[in-house]
């Protein structure tokens, strides 16, 4: 029995309480899956990714154990550095955060089941992921190439990042030309929410990301079924599987509400005294 004497970490978690957690998590995980095959059309299978940012590596090893799910999804390097190590190494992880250049070398060559980076937005990046999964395949053979999606900027926001809908292609062609350790996937979007929240009008963001793919599918003289759309989250993920998503990033339905970081940030620019 633990007790405030004894050496067990405080850290350490009640049975009942990680049993509740795991009933929670596999809970909404299920609920999310049957919402996507409710939508998903039987010819077109869509993959979830699980988006554990700011959640502890226990949750996704409770959810891992529980369902088998291998698909998860990471927005800051840093996390996905300290996690990939401790988790199973079957986990097939997607970094889906804002890709900063410095780190893309580290995360394609130190993360052999890193499955896909979906945040790619400039080839300087695109280089720079290359360069980190041909180190990688010299030590170890038998690992993938690192497959990438490229970020598109399909709202024209300034606060988001992503290729502009008219450099895609250019980016696209550099992947397949100049990148050989790299497979291009396909595209993601993160559109503006408020557009999937107007339920008369189907998002545009989506609609311009499919469009976006099916012409560059032509450029490049391939199937449109061979580049897949990562498009939908926890709030509009039904309606991305609608104009045909083959990839969602759920976080919040299936993990919970994460702490807010903008609160951090709030309160540092209160305390911030103007000059
Ligand atoms: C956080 C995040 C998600 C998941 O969002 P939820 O609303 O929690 O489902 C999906 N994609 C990206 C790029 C994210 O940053």
Known sequence: MSSSSSSIPTSEVPEAEMAARAQALVSGFHSVMRRISAVAS???????????????????????????HT????NY?????????????DIQWHFIGTLQTNKCKQLASSIPNLWAVESLDASK?????NKGRAALLEKNPDAQKLRVFIQVNTSGEESKSG?????TLELA???????PHLTLQGFMTIGDIARSKESEVPNEDFILLSKTRDEIAKSLGRETNTLELSMGMSEDYEQGIKLGATNVRVGTSIFGARPQ?????????VQTPMP
């Open 163 to 167: 290729c502009e809908p008219s450099d």
């Open 261 to 269: 970081k903008e609160d951090a940030a709030a309160k540092k620019d």
């Open 125 to 129: 990046k695109a280089d720079a992921l």
């Open 71 to 74: 698909h998860y999804g990471e």
């Open 77 to 89: 390097s840093q996390e996905l550095f300290e996690k990939a190590p401790v988790l199973p190494s």
């Open 42 to 68: 039987p010819d077109r299978s869509v993959r979830l990714v699980a988006v554990s940012k700011r959640k502890p590596a226990s949750d996704i090893q409770a959810l891992y154990n529980a369902t088998k």
């Open 173 to 179: 062609k550099h992947i397949i030309e100049k990148c």
